[in-house]
Structures are given as structure tokens and as C-alpha cells.
């Protein structure tokens, strides 16, 4: 079944739609990440021009990780302090990835910038994942505590200005390194249409050792709202957010949601992180061989903003 959508310009079959929806609302309840990684590339793979698959998928973000935090909520999963810390930080580099994002787009670079920076990005922390899964995997059948941190001992970060305790996490660190993290995300966020956890979820766990248990709580109640500022953003600047597309994207995630959050709170820490480190090399792996792979049609005709 075929629905117009009149921001995309294009026609788009419904269920397809719905099933993505569904399949990232699953993968953000369950790795407590926002989903935009897997779920922009997959509306770009079907058509839906770069500017709005980009725009468009905060508000699915949103609506998955609205389910997905009230679950770990209920089970006391969420640090809500840490969480406000870096929704702080994730505001302000949304703002600036949304201005960068225009830029690019003025200039008919987005698409090239997109394809590139999600390779480059996706490509290293998936391959960092991966690695530092095996090895915890391998520290645990021979005995080893894995990530637990020694006693006594602090990295140069922790030691910055502006210190805070985490009681829930466990922590007591400057809020320097978190709010320049999240910045950094939600920049990134804003021009690649993501919400960061699939950055935020092992940056808290292998810089910061917060428990996986707490992170994928905290990092889906800062996407919540840093995907809201993303969209309200982009559909004010450059009206590209389209709503037709987000209701169906929205509907299948809240579903998915719910069933992803019940699978993750029963999944070892090493496997958690192993799954979502094999994930995100996919995405990446797809998009590169996009870049490799000559075009169908050598040229295309399409009209371009005039730059007043």
C-alpha cells in the first residue's frame, strides 16, 4: 500500500515504512541507542533524499526512546542526574550541527559529507566496540574481572575542574568530559541524522565505567530530548522534516520499543557490547561499498537552493 509523501516528493509503500520503524524502535530499546545510525542510511537506501531522511527520523528517535525510558525507568535504570549533565552539553551541539547541516546543504555538499562521515565514524567505533568486546570476553573465561575498575585508579579527565558526584553511576567526575562528549554527539546527531548512542553507550562504558545497566537508561532519556531540539530545529530552518514519514516511523517504533528494552535487560554486558559493535560495522560496511560502487546514471538534474 502506497502513501505520497509531500516532503520527500515521492511515493512509499506503508508497510516497508512501518517495518523499519519497528526493526530500530527494537534496536533502541534494546542496546539504548537512538536508532538514527541504522535508520537514516535504511530511508536513504530506499530513496528518501539525504536533507529529509536526516530531519525526519528525530521524531521516530523520540517516540522509541519515550517507551524505552519509561521501561528502565520503572526498573530504576535511568541516572537522571548524569542524564540532564549531558542533555546539557547535547542541546548546544545540536544547535551548531543543525547550522552546519544548512551550510552543507546551501552548497549541495550534505549528501558526499553524510556518506563519508558515517564510513569514517561508523567504521572506528564499530571496530573499537568490537575489539574491546572480544577482549572482555576473553578476560572473563579466563578469569578476569573485565571492566571493573582497579581501585585507586583515575584517568587525567576525572581530574578536571568542576566535579560532580553520580551516585547511582558510581561516579565522582568533572563535568567537563561529559558535557564536551555530548556536545560533540549532539553535533554529530544534528548533521547525520542520529541520536549518538550508539557513541554515547560505549564512550559512558569504557571512559566513564558507568554499569550497562544505568547507561542504556540514561543515554535513551538524553536522546529523548536532544532528538526534540533536533527536529524542531531543522523544521524551522529548513522545513524538511517530513510528517507523513515520521507518524509511520513513529507508530512502529513505540512497538518495537518496548520489546527491545525487555531483550537488553536480559543480555550479558560482553554480548551487549559485541552485538552492537557487529551492528554498526554493518551500516558502515554498506555505506562504503555505496561510495566504491559506480552510479547507476552518470549524471542527474536536480535544482539547487540560490544563496541569497
Known amino acids: 500500500m502506497e502513501i505520497y509523501l509531500p516532503i520527500a516528493e515521492m511515493p512509499i509503500d506503508m508497510f516497508l515504512i512501518l517495518g523499519m520503524g519497528m526493526t530500530v524502535g527494537f534496536i533502541s530499546g534494546m542496546f539504548g541507542i537512538g536508532g538514527g545510525f541504522l535508520l537514516t542510511p535504511l530511508l536513504i537506501f530506499v530513496g528518501i533524499p539525504a536533507a529529509v531522511a536526516v530531519a525526519t527520523q528525530g521524531p521516530q528517535i523520540a517516540a522509541s526512546s519515550v517507551t524505552g525510558s519509561i521501561a528502565y525507568w520503572r526498573r530504576k535504570g535511568i541516572d537522571f542526574k548524569l542524564a540532564f549533565v549531558l542533555l546539557a552539553g547535547g542541546l548546544v551541539g545540536t544547535g551548531l550541527g543543525v547550522l552546519f547541516f544548512n551550510q552543507m546543504r546551501k552548497i549541495g555538499q550534505l549528501e558526499t559529507v553524510i556518506a563519508i ?29 573485565g571492566m571493573r575498575r582497579q581501585a585507586g585508579r583515575h584517568h587525567w579527565y576525572e581530574g578536571l575542574p568542576w566535579k560532580m558526584r553520580f551516585h547511582r553511576s558510581g561516579l ?3 563535568l567537563i568530559p561529559l558535557i564536551v562528549l555530548s556536545a560533540l554527539i549532539g553535533f ?4 547525520l541524522g542520529i541520536g549518538g548512542g550508539f557513541i554515547l553507550v560505549p564512550a559512558l562504558i569504557y571512559i566513564f565505567r558507568v554499569p550497562p545497566q544505568i547507561v542504556v537508561g540514561t543515554s535513551l532519556f538524553q536522546i529523548l530530548f536532544t532528538m526534540i ?22 507508530v512502529g517504533g513505540v512497538f518495537g520499543a518496548q520489546f527491545g528494552a525487555r531483550a537488553g535487560a536480559n543480555l550479558r554486558g560482553e554480548y551487549f557490547r559485541l552485538l552492537l559493535g557487529a551492528l554498526i560495522l554493518i551500516v558502515a560496511a554498506r555505506f562504503a561499498a555505496d561510495l566504491v560502487t559506480p552510479p547507476r546514471e552518470m549524471f542527474s538534474v536536480t535544482p539547487t537552493e540560490t544563496v541569497r
Open 117 to 145: 562521515a558515517y564510513v569514517l565514524l561508523l567504521g572506528i567505533v564499530g571496530l573499537l566496540v568490537s575489539l574491546e568486546s572480544v577482549k572482555a570476553l576473553l578476560a572473563s573465561r579466563k578469569g578476569g574481572k
Open 172 to 174: 565522582y567526575v568533572s
Open 188 to 191: 554529530a546527531g544534528a548533521v
Open 229 to 250: 531540539a533536533a527536529t524542531i530545529f531543522h523544521a524551522a530552518t529548513n522545513q524538511s522534516v517530513d510528517l507523513f514519514l515520521a507518524l509511520l516511523l513513529m
